[in-house]
């Protein structure tokens, strides 16, 4: 055989195997993407035990006081399987729900909101708001995400104002800059949050000082959990902050080993129950929703968290 042809058949063979590893490699790639966006819908319900109330605090026979924590649901109007599953939470008959914010996924969404959460909005509950129900999302550079740079909000506003009304007027307190007290399930809270510290929007200030001491609960909100906020709540005494934003990490390693925490928190608190003080335990949970330009998850599935308040050992 000639040289030539040799050389020819040579790059032929090549050429081939070439673009089989390439084709395996858009398969793999195409296979993880499809396995990432189903995940996004592998909804979870988890649960936790804090042992925060002072002994005696509980009434004969009731072993816990319950709070429903949800945030980030990142509601797209068509989001049925969503919006069904988080309404049949309700079936938990939770003592308190706590919503950390970042309802919204676009303008549209707001009765998509209502649907998911009318149930709960018929029990006692408090939430305040996080970037996402101020302003829509956009596409942005996910590397400013993995590098931990802050990406500006969009110029599109949400229909919060809405929301909030629909929240408040089904008997949801709204925490943001405010100190509430009130009793439910037997237990006297008190509950204080902040705007999003993401967006700089926070002013702890504005919640004028400590819990109310005759508590037997103090919860603080906050839709990101920056340290700083944390922080100032810890020092007031409060003894359970609950916060969402991180998504988990969203995009995780095996064992849902997360990469970045989108916040100034460390990695092993991005999701979950962890001490932040001597005083105060953290809650943060990875929420239900994704961007609407992001809908991956991986090794991080959509959540809600169930937090049993037991009280503590004598």
């Not at 649960?47 to 109330?53: C, D, G, K, Q, Y």
């Not at 508590?215 to 810890?234: N, T």
């Not at 990469?259 to 928190?265: A, E, F, L, S, W």
């Amino acid at each position: 055989m000639p040289r030539e042809e040799r050389n020819r058949g040579a790059l032929s063979r090549i050429a081939s195997k070439a673009l089989s590893s390439v084709g395996a490699l858009t398969a793999v790639g195409a296979a993880t993407a499809a396995a990432a966006f189903i995940e996004t819908r592998a909804f979870v319900l988890h649960e936790v035990t804090v042992p925060v109330l002072d002994p005696g605090t509980l009434d004969d026979g009731q072993d816990a006081f319950t709070v429903l924590h949800i945030s980030d649901l990142h509601m797209l109007a068509g989001q049925r399987l969503k919006q069904n599953w988080v309404a049949g939470l309700d079936a938990l008959e939770p003592d308190l729900v706590v919503n950390t914010g970042d309802n919204l996924g676009e303008e549209q969404a707001v009765p998509a909101v209502l649907r998911a959460l009318g149930p709960l909005l018929r029990r006692p509950g408090v939430f305040i708001f996080g970037s996402n129900d101020y302003y829509a999302p956009h596409p942005v550079n996910p590397f400013n995400y993995l590098l931990g740079k802050r990406n500006k909000p969009s110029d599109v506003d949400l229909p919060w104002r809405g929301m909030r009304a629909a929240f408040v007027e089904h008997g949801w307190e709204d925490a943001t800059h405010r100190r509430v007290d009130f009793a439910t399930a037997g237990v006297k809270l008190a509950v204080g949050g902040v705007d999003d510290p993401h967006l700089d929007r926070d002013d702890y200030a504005a919640l004028g000082g400590a819990p109310n001491p005759e508590a037997d609960l103090a919860i603080g909100l906050s839709h990101s959990p920056e340290p700083r906020v944390l922080d100032e709540f810890a020092a007031d005494g409060y003894q359970l902050m609950m916060s969402g934003h991180t998504h988990g990490g969203q995009l995780c390693l095996p064992g849902g080993r997360a990469i970045v925490t989108n916040c100034g928190i460390d990695h092993s608190r991005v999701s979950g129950l962890s001490r932040w003080s001597e005083r105060m335990w953290l809650h943060v949970t990875n929420g239900l929703g994704t961007s609407k330009y992001v809908p991956f998850r991986t090794f991080c599935r959509p959540s809600a968290t169930v937090l049993r308040i037991v009280e503590r050992s004598s």
